[in-house]
């Protein structure tokens, strides 16, 4: 085991964990803020990135590109959200549903084939494995990751403080009594299901110029990813009051820490064609920390609100 190439795979790492960082704070939107379990994003987690890199290859701005993803991932949000709230279909079943159709499309979108590769050399990448050392500041894949996690939180904090996003919170915390005050709970589901999907699938067009290519299953176990970011960010800054801003700003950690973690257990020696056992053990061990620390680690309440044992 050597410790420097420890050294050397962890800004790799970071910029990784960034990229999905920002998967998670989609995950984030429908996970917490709407009390909904999305699967869609395993489909528009290969949907972005296919139609970015397709869109670029067609000659079209890497910040066109982006949009076009966006977009893409909103769509793909709406049709999960008319399945919950128009057919009744309940919201895991809708996401599974839109996922299984979004394989056909995504191979459409990729002519038919199942990945589709760009060269860093021949076209102007936002961000890409290349761009981690020996890069001019401003191209710098953690420095420009940074920045767009940065302008991102900015504009959902700034959302959410607005009526609309406040009765899209309302609507996650107590849908039953945001109906009483006269919210269209379902118009909010449908936006929350096409924000978060739009961000799923920009972070996708994003990673799929970090990797250099659009795969079809690009998105396999992306939702496990993103739920484990939350998770991580819940068990390191669960017990830090910070406002709305820093629990986005947590969960983009938490994905960082994700693959930090997985870049650690493979340095020790295990093997890489078992990464997929090893990414299910590492969140199964998250997802797991609060059950056990609320079992096992907290003190019981006596009558009275006295806590001392």
Same mark, same amino acid.
Request: hydrophobic share 55%; with cysteine; aromatic share 10%.
């Given at each position: 085991?050597?410790?420097?190439?420890?050294?050397?795979?962890?800004?790799?790492?970071?910029?990784?964990?960034?990229?999905?960082?920002?998967?998670?704070?989609?995950?984030?939107?429908?996970?917490?803020?709407?009390?909904?379990?999305?699967?869609?994003?395993?489909?528009?987690?290969?949907?972005?990135?296919?139609?970015?890199?397709? *869109?670029?290859?067609? !000659?079209?701005?890497?910040?066109? &590109?982006? /949009?076009? =993803?966006?977009?893409? %991932?909103?769509?793909?949000?709406?049709?999960?959200?008319?399945?919950?709230?128009?057919?009744?279909?309940?919201?895991?079943?809708?996401?599974?549903?839109?996922?299984?159709?979004?394989?056909?499309?995504?191979?459409?979108?990729?002519?038919?084939?199942?990945?589709?590769?760009?060269?860093?050399?021949?076209?102007?990448?936002?961000?890409?494995?290349?761009?981690?050392?020996?890069?001019?500041?401003?191209?710098?894949?953690?420095?420009?990751?940074?920045?767009?996690?940065?302008?991102?939180?900015?504009?959902?904090?700034?959302?959410?403080?607005?009526?609309?996003?406040?009765?899209?919170?309302?609507?996650?915390?107590?849908?039953?009594?945001?109906?009483?005050?006269?919210?269209?709970?379902?118009?909010?589901?449908?936006?929350?299901? *096409?924000?978060?999907? !739009?961000?799923?699938?920009?972070? &996708?067009? /994003?990673? =799929?110029?970090?990797? %250099?290519?659009?795969?079809?299953?690009?998105?396999?176990?992306?939702?496990?990813?993103?739920?484990?970011?939350?998770?991580?960010?819940?068990?390191?800054?669960?017990?830090?009051?910070?406002?709305?801003?820093?629990?986005?700003?947590?969960?983009?950690?938490?994905?960082?820490?994700?693959?930090?973690?997985?870049?650690?257990?493979?340095?020790?020696?295990?093997?890489?064609?078992?990464?997929?056992?090893?990414?299910?053990?590492?969140?199964?061990?998250?997802?797991?920390?609060?059950?056990?620390?609320?079992?096992?680690?907290?003190?019981?309440?006596?009558?009275?609100?006295?806590?001392?044992?």
């Amino acid at each position: 085991m050597n410790i420097i190439a420890l050294l050397n795979a962890l800004p790799g790492a970071c910029a990784q964990g960034l990229i999905w960082g920002i998967m998670a704070i989609g995950v984030f939107i429908t996970y917490r803020i709407l009390d909904l379990a999305d699967l869609t994003v395993d489909g528009t987690m290969c949907t972005g990135g296919a139609v970015c890199i397709m *869109m670029m290859l067609s !000659g079209h701005s890497v910040w066109v &590109s982006l /949009l076009a =993803a966006f977009l893409a %991932g909103m769509l793909a949000g709406f049709v999960t959200g008319v399945l919950h709230t128009f057919l009744g279909i309940p919201a895991i079943l809708a996401g599974i549903l839109t996922q299984l159709g979004l394989y056909s499309i995504n191979l459409r979108i990729m002519a038919n084939k199942a990945n589709q590769a760009i060269a860093v050399d021949k076209y102007d990448l936002l961000v890409s494995l290349r761009y981690i050392r020996d890069v001019p500041l401003y191209k710098n894949t953690l420095l420009v990751a940074i920045v767009i996690i940065v302008i991102l939180i900015g504009l959902l904090y700034w959302f959410f403080g607005t009526e609309l996003g406040c009765s899209i919170r309302a609507t996650g915390s107590n849908p039953h009594m945001s109906r009483a005050q006269g919210i269209n709970t379902d118009r909010n589901k449908i936006l929350g299901l *096409m924000l978060s999907n !739009g961000i799923v699938a920009f972070s &996708s067009g /994003l990673f =799929a110029q970090y990797q %250099g290519f659009a795969d079809i299953n690009a998105g396999r176990g992306a939702i496990v990813i993103g739920l484990a970011a939350v998770i991580i960010a819940q068990v390191l800054f669960g017990r830090i009051r910070g406002n709305f801003a820093f629990k986005l700003f947590s969960v983009a950690v938490g994905g960082v820490v994700y693959y930090l973690v997985l870049q650690v257990v493979l340095w020790l020696g295990l093997n890489a064609n078992d990464l997929k056992l090893i990414s299910a053990v590492i969140v199964a061990v998250f997802l797991s920390i609060p059950h056990l620390k609320e079992k096992y680690f907290s003190h019981p309440v006596r009558k009275g609100g006295d806590s001392r044992a």
